[in-house]
């Protein structure tokens, strides 16, 4: 079994800063893909972020030049630094990754979710 871990989420002002972690933990022998997906409330849940395992990212188009996704391969852990955040960045975000018991088998997995709320 893989368990992912969120942190960092909360409350903050517009123009403020949060930075989210998801460490995953278990029988992982590797990760592929790993993103941050959001749903606002009434909305629906739409792709943050992606990071491969070589390293290359993709962005919605929303949160280019504000957001950066990366990942410690080391520690299977992907983290999403958020910058200039605005009241539309209020959402719960969840993390997915693409993970590897087996060199054979892989199954996706979810983080539990983290609100960030952007308010003053």
């Known amino acids: 079994q893989v368990q992912l871990l969120e942190s960092g989420g909360g409350l903050v002002q517009p123009g403020g800063s949060l930075r989210l972690s998801c460490a995953a933990s278990?029988?992982?022998?590797?990760?592929?893909?790993m993103s941050w997906y959001r749903q606002a409330p009434g909305k629906q849940r739409e792709l943050v972020a992606t990071?491969?395992?070589?390293?290359?990212?993709n962005y919605a188009d929303s949160v280019k030049g504000r957001f950066t996704i990366s990942r410690d391969n080391a520690k299977n852990t992907v983290y999403l630094q958020m910058n200039s955040l605005k009241p539309e960045d209020t959402a719960v975000y969840s993390c997915?990754?693409?993970?590897?018991?087996?060199?054979?088998?892989?199954?996706?997995?979810w983080g539990q979710g983290t609100q960030v709320t952007v308010s003053s």
């Open positions: 997915n990754m693409g993970v590897k018991s087996t060199r054979f088998l892989e199954y996706d997995y």
């Open positions: 278990g029988s992982i022998f590797s990760i592929n893909a």
């Open positions: 990071v491969s395992k070589g390293g290359m990212t």
